[in-house]
Nanobody, 129 residues
Framework: QVTLVESGGGSVQTGGSLRLTCAASGYTRSNWCMGWVRQGPGALREGVAAIDDDGTDYADSVKGRFTISQDTTRHILYLQMNNLRPEDTGMYYC????????????????????????YGQGTQVTVSS
């Protein structure tokens, strides 16, 4: 059984940085898409970033500020978040799915692959002005 456990969230001021970590277990190496999805207070879920063997992709709202990376040997996924803004506040979830197109926007599309996504329990990020 695949398990995803996020950590690294917290409270920072505008302009601050955080590094989220997702420890994955329960699967052998595969080229499934992995990434981060967030949900702010009163907002819909938003795909933030995605990564697979072919590369990375980001939501326009975080491009140039967030960086997704992974240690495939240790099954760890990272999200480095710099220059944080109050609108980045929300619960951040690590995700894994057999997405045909490994794009940030793919996490919230109504596709069979996206419906098979596995999520962690989430880690809270709060950015104050």
């Amino acid at each position: 059984q695949v398990t995803l456990v996020e950590s690294g969230g917290g409270s920072v001021q505008t302009g601050g940085s955080l590094r989220l970590t997702c420890a994955a277990s329960g699967y052998t190496r595969s080229n499934w898409c992995m990434g981060w999805v967030r949900q702010g207070p009163g907002a819909l879920r938003e795909g933030v970033a995605a990564i697979d063997d072919d590369g990375t992709d980001y939501a326009d709202s975080v491009k140039g500020r967030f960086t997704i990376s992974q240690d495939t040997t240790r099954h760890i996924l990272y999200l480095q978040m710099n220059n944080l803004r109050p609108e980045d506040t929300g619960m951040y979830y690590c995700a894994r799915a057999p997405l045909y197109n490994c794009l940030a926007a793919s996490w919230t599309q109504k596709t069979e692959a996206a419906s098979r996504a596995i999520y962690g329990q989430g880690t809270q990020v709060t950015v104050s002005s």
